[in-house]
């Protein structure tokens, strides 16, 4: 069954529990034996994890959420306009800050009904609806705790169908913060069209991407002088260290961001100073690090317009329209499916 918690105006529904510990179970197997060893990027983010994101978007070298406040505050009430939306879902919603200007445009255009949040970390899910719940009086909140790549299908139907006036149909799918960015090429696409799945003719979806620019620029945004960034990669070895009882050793590995000029993404790894050999208690396995050895954690990647539309036309989607800061570090596109 499951667990469902309603309190007022907010219902949050978790679909991870055992399903996630095996996911991680299974991503660990496949990504430490591999002669490249690698983890996927959703399990940063556990409560720890989430707080240190947190920080990271406000350092001053982290760019891309400032560039994305921007371009919200400034174009909400039009892309509110535009597709009459009264429901906003926003898959990775992480701190929910970007919603808020989003729901505050429909809030002022009176279209304003439904927030549904979807994201792997239940503590950012809860306070993020508490808060949002607290400054809008209309909205109602329908949080999904899981994991946007296996629990699309859990996403509730558009409130307001059905009626006979049609209100509040229409809504926004939003990915932001430039997640999409963190899926290598063939998955970003599949991934994309699966959202494109839940949109109806009149929904849209807003995709946040970070773009091409100086790689300095890029590289000081993933490597801060405070080393917020660093501690939150290495984060993803407490997270296994806790929940698969492996005995990483976190200090051991040095944090390594730069960016490959030939797939224009920035790639995070973990780099072990001394040869090393970790159990992963869990799954009875044995991974030896030779000194230098690396391990990504993540990469990033950065959009040019073209590339977003040919992503978006090899998923079956087409952008409606292109929205960018005056520096055009960020940009924000709505697309339709096609
Ligand atoms: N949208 C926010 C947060 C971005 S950080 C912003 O723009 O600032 C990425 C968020 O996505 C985190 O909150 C993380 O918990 C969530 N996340 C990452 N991978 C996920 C996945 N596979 N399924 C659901 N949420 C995921
Ligand atoms: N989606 C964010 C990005 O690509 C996530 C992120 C920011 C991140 N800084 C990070 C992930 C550092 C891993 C390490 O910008």
Known sequence: MTPVTRTGDIRIESFLSDTDERSLANDVLDGLTRPFKEIPPKHFYDARGSELFERICELPEYYPTRAERAILLARADSIVRRTGAGELVELGSGSAEKARILLGA???????????????????????????????????????????????????????????????????????????????????????????????????????TDLVKNPAVIEAAYDDAEGVTAEFNRNVLHVINRELGADFSPEAFEHIAFFDRRHEWIEMRLRSQRPCTVLVGDLGLRVDFAAGEELRTEISAKFTRPRVEEDFHAAGLELDTWYTDPDELFALSLAARA
């Open 106 to 208: 429909m809030s002022r255009a009176g279209t304003l009904r439904r927030y549904v949040p979807l994201d792997v970390s239940e503590s950012a899910l809860e306070a993020a609806a508490q808060e949002l719940v607290e400054e809008f009086d209309e909205l109602e909140v329908h949080g999904v705790v899981g994991d946007f790549e296996r629990h699309l299908g859990h996403v509730p139907a558009p409130d307001g169908v059905g009626r006979v006036d049609g209100v509040g149909g229409a809504r926004i799918i939003a990915l932001l913060g430039g997640t999409i960015g963190n899926f290598l090429p063939g998955t970003r696409r599949r991934l994309l069209r699966e959202i494109g799945r839940l949109l109806g003719p009149r929904d849209r979806l807003l995709l946040g």
